[in-house]
C-alpha cells in the first residue's frame, strides 16, 4: 500500500471524529449504498466527513487495504472502523448504532 495514502487515510480518521468514505459527496452520493449510510447519519444529525473516493483512486483503492474491508462505503468512528452499509444499517435499526455513538462521545440527535 502507498505510504502517502495511508498517510492520509489516517490523517483523516485522526483529524474527524467521524468520517465516511463514500462514492459521491453527503450531499450527491453516487451509490445507494453511500446514499443509505448518509441517510442514517443525516437521520440522527451525527456531523460526519466525507471523502469521495471517486475522486481519488488511491484513496479508493488505499481505504480497502487498509481496513481490510472490500466494499465502499466504509464509516470511522474515533478512529475505529465501524463497518460497511449492511453492518451500519443493521445497527441503526437495533439501536447500537446510536448507542455506540454516544458512547464514543459523538453527539446524536435523532430526527423525530
Known amino acids: 500500500m502507498d505510504e502517502t495514502v495511508a498517510a492520509r487515510i489516517k490523517q483523516e480518521i485522526g483529524d474527524n471524529h467521524v468520517v465516511l468514505f ?8 453516487q451509490c445507494g449504498f453511500s446514499a443509505a449510510v448518509v441517510q ?12 469521495d473516493v471517486l475522486q481519488d483512486p488511491g484513496i479508493r483503492q488505499g481505504i480497502k487495504d487498509f481496513s ?23 445497527m441503526f435499526q437495533t439501536g447500537e448504532l446510536s448507542e455506540f ?8 440527535k435523532p430526527a423525530a
Do not use: A
Open 22 to 29: 463514500m462514492k459521491g459527496t453527503p450531499v450527491f452520493p
Open 40 to 51: 442514517i447519519l443525516s437521520h440522527l444529525n451525527v456531523k460526519f466527513k466525507g471523502i
Open 68 to 90: 481490510n474491508w472490500p466494499t465502499i462505503p466504509q464509516l470511522y468512528v474515533k478512529g475505529e472502523f465501524v463497518g460497511g452499509c449492511d453492518i451500519i444499517r443493521e
Open 101 to 108: 455513538l454516544q458512547t464514543n462521545g459523538i453527539d446524536i
